[in-house]
């Protein structure tokens, strides 16, 4: 005989919405082709996009043969570059980047190009202008820069690069590119701080030359986990007048390296309860010295202990209390 299972796959409650990511210079140099890069963006689902298109605004020139461009000759991996020919000199333009995934979720994201009358370096940063990190992992961001030759060559040597960080509009002349490659810049993790939105900015330039191109991302570090932990396992058995010293000064805060307990300003808060052979909202065991805000407590099994189950359970919060785990 044959068993025969019918399987029905539906598509999730609550599926993934792409974040799309356009990247492209701010300005352009008047004999500068133009590199719209959407390889930055997720939430294909691990399938082709099934629709993507560009679309392209200007009050100030004209954009048909470009919009055409885009809608019948550009390619997005590798990104097909828009002849200097197509733009209008002193134009600026807007594009917007519209992609969709398997699961009929879209989103956009768009970038603004002026295009300048005379030469100048073209620059952008790899990947999305938005990116939120934790302070657990480095900074590490890609740019990509030239020149365009008359010839209509790219040249890409002689390019000098400046990177500063900002937050609250202030530059932050601490945090220093760590990268041996100039075009890339570079910090270890743990340098930038939680809850923080900074800008990073770069400015490159050819040598010999005043004439400059700028471009920026922003970063948002978020806050990161606090891990309970409690050594020696999560099981313990007691004989009677026994003592057990139950230790949680080892936890750690995610956001705070190489310190742990309250050296990373956690804070404990011990509770106990019997569960076994009755429900009891007051503990089986003695807590010593009625305890329950430090790192580590010590148990007192009397004789009434006997036969009994309890749970010790430890919350842990951060130092502003914005954040607690078990």
């Known amino acids: 005989s044959v068993s025969v299972t019918q399987v029905t796959v539906r598509f999730p409650p609550s599926p993934v919405t792409p974040i799309v990511a356009l990247s492209a210079p701010a300005v352009i140099g008047s004999c500068d082709s133009l590199r719209l890069d959407v390889s930055g ?20 020139g004209n954009t048909t043969a470009i919009q055409s461009f885009l809608s019948n000759r550009y390619k997005p991996n590798p990104p097909t570059p828009i002849p200097n020919y197509l733009f209008e000199k002193g134009a600026s333009y807007n594009f917007v980047a519209s992609m969709c995934n398997f699961l009929g979720k879209c989103s956009q994201s768009s970038a603004k190009v002026l295009v300048l009358t005379s030469i100048i370096p073209s620059v952008s940063i790899i990947g999305p202008y938005l990116r939120t990190l934790v302070r657990t992992a480095s900074i590490s961001l890609s740019s990509n820069a030239y020149i365009m030759a008359f010839d209509g060559s790219l040249v890409t040597s002689g390019i000098r690069y400046s990177w500063s960080v900002y937050s609250n509009g202030e530059q932050r002349l601490e945090y220093v590119s760590r990268s041996k490659d100039a075009s890339k810049f570079l910090l270890p993790s743990y340098t930038l701080q939680t809850q923080t939105l900074y800008e990073v900015k770069l400015s490159v330039s050819q040598a010999g030359s005043t004439k ?11 806050s990161s986990n606090i891990v309970a932990v409690v050594d020696g396992g999560l099981m313990r058995t007691m004989h009677p007048l026994d003592t057990l010293i139950i230790d949680g000064s080892n936890s750690y805060d995610e956001d705070i390296q190489r310190a742990t307990g309250t050296n ?17 909202p007051n503990c089986g065991i003695t807590v010593v010295g009625d305890v329950y805000s430090a790192a580590s407590i010590k148990l007192f099994a009397s004789g009434t202990s006997v036969d009994t189950t309890s749970q010790i359970v430890l919350t842990i919060y951060d130092s502003g209390k914005s954040r607690s785990a078990q």
């Open 41 to 60: 963006s997720t939430g294909s689902c691990g399938r082709k996009w099934s629709n993507f298109s560009i679309t392209v605004t200007s009050s100030t």
């Open 212 to 222: 400059s191109s700028t471009t920026s991302c922003q970063i948002y570090i978020a």
């Open 264 to 280: 990373a300003g956690l804070t404990f808060e011990w509770s106990c309860y019997q569960t076994d052979p009755d429900f009891l």
